[in-house]
């Protein structure tokens, strides 16, 4: 199989991230493949568990991250007796927004199941409108990332 551009790129990334997922029941169809829509899901659910685990990167009743785009290459089929987790890091941060790489990975084989890319915007929910990336936001990911990412 030929390797994809978001496989390239992803090479060189380093995951401090990593949240195992549950695969549930009604995840599979009737020949136990999990259904690829829902590794958003659980591409989504790592987001959040991402930015749970960052101090100084909670959400508060003002400030909101939207994503703004998201594409993934499905890779390999995942079934409901596989273990997967989901590896998730920023790999740059712009002035108003940032990309998380995430890859969906059996963590027996090591095998790739998926990878994508999402761009995300801080987001000011009274005016409603995209804002700078507040300066604390950024030295906590640059911090866990170990890197700077602007």
Request: a negative charge; charged letters at 25%.
């Amino acid at each position: 199989m030929k390797e994809t551009k978001d496989e390239k790129e992803q090479e060189s990334v380093v995951f401090h991230h990593s949240l195992p997922i549950q695969l549930r029941w009604n995840d599979a169809d009737q020949f136990g493949h999990i259904n690829n829509t829902l590794y958003f899901q659980y591409y989504d659910m790592a987001k959040m568990d991402y930015f749970a685990n960052i101090p100084n990167t909670k959400i508060d009743q003002r400030h909101a991250i939207v994503t703004v785009h998201v594409d993934a290459d499905f890779l390999s089929q995942v079934h409901i007796g596989d273990h997967v987790a989901v590896e998730t890091a920023i790999t740059h941060i712009g002035h108003k927004s940032f990309q998380l790489a995430q890859r969906l990975i059996d963590t027996d084989t090591k095998e790739l199941k998926c990878v994508g890319q999402t761009i995300m915007v801080a987001y000011d929910l009274q005016t409603n409108e995209a804002v700078e990336m507040w300066p604390d936001w950024v030295e906590a990911i640059e911090r866990f990332e170990e890197k700077k990412l602007r």
